[in-house]
């Protein structure tokens, strides 16, 4: 049995792997701000922890009470964070601060509080659920991938630097995944754009994104069943990858940006966003 920590547990792929965690025999506490909407957690056994990554105290206090319980800490799983979509010119600069404190800073700040206990016990798993925007940019997610590129970068020198303590480091690198991720994107796609020269074409694309989040095409998107095997996986295998890569679109975007000329690229993803007669097709069907 091992005692697993996971952020971001009140909704989507971090409130299904804290259940497939704890029906597989661990002891599970589950963190996110809103403890509401984690009540059917504690039917499995789970421990539900009010926890804002953005604070010290309150990442502390999450912390301090598992190890209160249980003496260790096996696993901390960093599942919270969002996706704020907007171009770069339009995004506040508060958002954008934002953004990096809960999806870069908040995975710092709950790693340097399990740290010291992972080091005592000589062993540990760090999970970070990363994005495969962190390895090949989205349009118009140039703060997203900001920090995803940066949680890229901190797991690779966390693993490197705590290897000799017995703690080992993945990431998690979702394609599209079927939860409410695309449809707050989407909306922050649009505010943020709003009265800019730039809405025509976020309309566009966001007009794809409510498509692919709201219906699911086919079955086409990873659902979050999925990738919450793929982070239980990844916590609990004897030997870890370094990096899980999985979902729609993530194997050929890693592929197209690996060997298309930058600017071919760019043409790419403008051209599956702003396509017109996809466009035309979704504001049909709906």
């Avoid at 994005?131 to 966390?158: C, Q």
């Avoid at 080992?168 to 020269?197: H, M, Q, Y």
Wanted: with cysteine; glycine share 8%.
């Amino acid at each position: 049995m091992k005692v697993i920590l996971i952020t971001g547990a009140s909704s989507g792929m971090g409130h299904e792997a804290a259940r497939m965690l704890s029906e597989r025999g661990h002891k599970v506490y589950a963190a996110a701000r809103r403890t509401d909407r984690m009540e059917s957690l504690k039917q499995y056994g789970i421990v539900p922890l009010c926890v804002d990554v953005t604070s010290d105290e309150s990442a502390e206090k999450a912390v301090d009470a598992v190890i209160a319980a249980e003496g260790r800490i096996d696993v901390l799983i960093n599942n919270a964070g969002y996706g704020s979509f907007g171009p770069m010119e339009c995004v506040p600069m508060e958002e954008a601060h934002r953004q990096l404190e809960v999806n870069v800073v908040g995975v710092a700040r709950m790693t340097r509080l399990v740290l010291p206990y992972m080091r005592a016990q000589k062993s540990g798993r760090i999970v970070n659920v990363a994005s495969v925007a962190g390895r090949t940019p989205i349009y118009f997610g140039g703060w997203y991938n900001a920090s995803k590129y940066a949680l890229e970068a901190i797991s690779d020198a966390t693993r490197m630097e705590t290897s000799r303590f017995g703690i080992d480091v993945s990431i998690i690198e979702p394609g599209a995944v079927f939860s409410d991720w695309g449809r707050i994107a989407a909306e922050n796609l649009k505010k943020t754009s709003e009265g800019s020269d730039y809405r025509e074409y976020t309309d566009k694309m966001a007009n794809v994104f409510g498509f692919l989040y709201e219906k699911n095409p086919m079955g086409m998107m990873t659902t979050c069943n999925k990738a919450a095997k793929m982070i239980c996986k990844a916590s609990t295998v004897k030997r870890p990858k370094a990096r899980y890569t999985f979902g729609l679109g993530s194997g050929m975007l890693l592929t197209m940006h690996a060997i298309l000329p930058a600017r071919w690229f760019d043409k790419l993803q403008i051209s599956v966003f702003e396509n017109e007669f996809v466009n035309r097709m979704i504001t049909n069907s709906k």
